[in-house]
């Protein structure tokens, strides 16, 4: 991956793209399905404190990644699949996920936890300005995955389930 799939940006720097084609052409995004960029280091692929997987992260949360998105209740990327301004929670999971940052992580579940639309369970998708506006009331992969994240910040830090988001 990293003699073919790396892309020296001159204002980015060194970064993984989503797709190349073998001609020196890149297309960067990420997909909020698992296998994803983000999700390198939880699929064992990248060290989460890879200075690729770090940079290349820090972008998938900007503006260079078309389908991230900021709303009045979460942030987190979408993808092509459900349109745009819509956050998959997967992504938010994910991010949570491959972080060692705790108020990186406490973010993650502020946003999960207001925006489930009074559901108690995670969606495909939700519109980043409105909650209510969601895809698949019932989305056992990223249900599942919510339940492996509870478990695993239990196991190492469990002071921060405590918190009030």
């Given at each position: 991956?990293?003699?073919?799939?790396?892309?020296?940006?001159k204002?980015?720097?060194?970064?993984?793209?989503?797709?190349?084609d073998?001609?020196?052409?890149?297309?960067?995004?990420?997909?909020?399905n698992?296998?994803?960029?983000?999700?390198l280091?939880?699929l064992g692929?990248?060290d989460a404190?890879d200075p690729?997987?770090?940079?290349?992260?820090?972008?998938?949360?900007?503006?260079?990644?078309p389908?991230?998105?900021?709303g009045?209740?979460?942030e987190?990327?979408?993808?092509?699949?459900?349109?745009?301004?819509?956050?998959?929670?997967?992504?938010?999971?994910?991010?949570?996920?491959?972080?060692?940052?705790?108020?990186?992580?406490?973010?993650?579940?502020?946003?999960?936890k207001?925006?489930?639309?009074e559901?108690?369970?995670?969606?495909?998708?939700?519109?980043?300005?409105?909650?209510?506006?969601?895809?698949r009331?019932?989305?056992?992969?990223?249900?599942?995955?919510?339940g492996?994240?509870?478990v695993?910040?239990?196991r190492?830090?469990?002071?921060?389930l405590?918190?009030?988001?």
């Amino acid at each position: 991956m990293k003699k073919f799939a790396v892309i020296d940006h001159k204002t980015e720097g060194r970064f993984i793209p989503f797709e190349v084609d073998g001609f020196g052409n890149y297309h960067f995004m990420d997909d909020a399905n698992i296998p994803s960029l983000l999700s390198l280091p939880y699929l064992g692929a990248l060290d989460a404190k890879d200075p690729l997987y770090i940079n290349t992260r820090r972008l998938l949360f900007s503006d260079f990644n078309p389908w991230f998105c900021k709303g009045k209740y979460a942030e987190g990327i979408g993808g092509p699949h459900v349109g745009e301004n819509m956050i998959w929670p997967m992504s938010i999971i994910m991010r949570a996920m491959t972080s060692a940052d705790t108020m990186e992580i406490s973010a993650c579940l502020g946003f999960l936890k207001r925006t489930h639309a009074e559901t108690g369970f995670m969606h495909e998708s939700f519109h980043m300005d409105d909650p209510q506006n969601f895809t698949r009331s019932w989305f056992a992969w990223a249900n599942t995955l919510f339940g492996e994240l509870i478990v695993k910040i239990h196991r190492e830090d469990p002071t921060l389930l405590e918190t009030d988001f």
